[in-house]
């Protein structure tokens, strides 16, 4: 990631911050995200995508942070204003102080643009570790396992094979289920289902653990929001073969949510690899789903 140092006199001085300025008017975010980094760092925007839109109220202002993922350009990129740049892995991320409103983007940059969840009810373990072994060798890196329906002993052993199995391959695992289960198998993180969201205390009570959590209306975001999760799954986006009369976001009353929500979302229901780019321009992280994504 590059990063930029603020001017010390402007607002946020002195922060580091990625690149980028104010759309003027007349423009849209993509023409404000080309004329920024060429008159800031003298490149030439290639290829770009959304990545997560942030609102945030500063004391003094509010901003409305349209965050883009560039992945290809042309040039070297200077500071051409005489601002300091720094070029940092994703694991140096955090050692910069960087101004508050940026933190959910730190998040978004972090995690994946799909999310595999695991089919709930497994009839032979070894061909769903098969299974699993094929998603995450195939770079999926983010694994919600949620399986019911197992003995106590049975679903232990298989969250735990299924964790060394992601860990093996680089994936990040999330127990959808209870807390003691994640926390048994050594996951990396916690899948909060409606229940356990209204119960959560706060997230700062779960140090360490990657917390998602499932919402399906702007009540269930707000509460997300407020006990301080990673990230969401919003859903149902579209008709899914299981509940194929049940009623949908759409894509439209998907992105009339997530516009201004700042935690990164991604899109539930109905899903494939082929909607992934559809997905980024309602304003998801990407897409989450089983049947669609599962290697069976
Ligand atoms: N570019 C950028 N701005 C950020 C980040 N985080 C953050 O809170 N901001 C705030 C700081 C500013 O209030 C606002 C960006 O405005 P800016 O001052 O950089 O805009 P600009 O380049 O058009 O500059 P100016 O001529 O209007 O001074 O967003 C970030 O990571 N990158």
Redesign the pocket.
């Known amino acids: 990631m590059l990063l930029a140092q603020r001017r010390a006199d402007?607002?946020?001085g002195g922060l580091w911050?990625?690149?980028?300025?104010?759309v003027e008017s007349g423009e849209s975010v993509r023409e404000a995200l080309d004329r920024?980094l060429k008159e800031e760092l003298g490149i030439e925007v290639q290829d770009a995508r959304p990545l997560i839109r942030v609102p945030?109220a500063y004391a003094d202002?509010r901003?409305l942070?349209d965050t883009w993922l560039v992945s290809r350009w042309q040039g070297e990129p200077r500071g051409l204003e005489g601002q300091p740049l720094a070029w940092v892995s994703m694991g140096e991320l955090t050692d910069r102080s960087?101004?508050a409103?940026?933190m959910p983007i730190l998040d978004a940059i972090r995690l994946p643009d799909t999310c595999l969840i695991t089919p709930p009810s497994v009839a032979d373990a070894t061909r769903f570790l098969q299974a699993l072994r094929k998603a995450v060798s195939n770079g999926v890196s983010l694994v919600q396992f949620r399986v019911f329906g197992l003995a106590e002993n049975d679903l232990e052993d298989l969250a735990l094979a299924s964790r060394r199995l992601c860990e093996e391959f680089g994936a990040k695992m999330l127990v959808n289920g209870p807390l003691e289960l994640a926390l048994k198998s050594g996951a990396h993180g916690w899948h909060l289902n409606r229940r356990h969201l209204r119960s959560l205390k706060s997230s700062r009570d779960y140090a360490g653990l990657l917390l998602g959590a499932s919402c399906h209306d702007a009540e269930e975001l707000a509460l997300a929001r407020e006990k301080g999760v990673h990230f969401v799954l919003l859903s149902p986006v579209l008709p899914t073969a299981s509940h194929p009369d049940a009623e949908v976001l759409g894509w439209k009353g998907f992105s009339d949510l997530v516009a201004e929500f700042p935690l990164p979302v991604y899109a539930l229901g109905g899903m494939n690899a082929s909607l992934l780019e559809h997905s980024w321009r309602a304003g998801a992280q990407g897409i989450a789903g089983i049947r669609g994504l599962w290697p069976d």
Do not use: I, Y
């Not at 911050?17 to 104010?22: A, L, Q, R, S």
């Open positions: 402007s607002h946020q911050e990625f690149p980028g300025g104010k920024e945030h202002c901003v942070l960087m101004p409103a940026d």
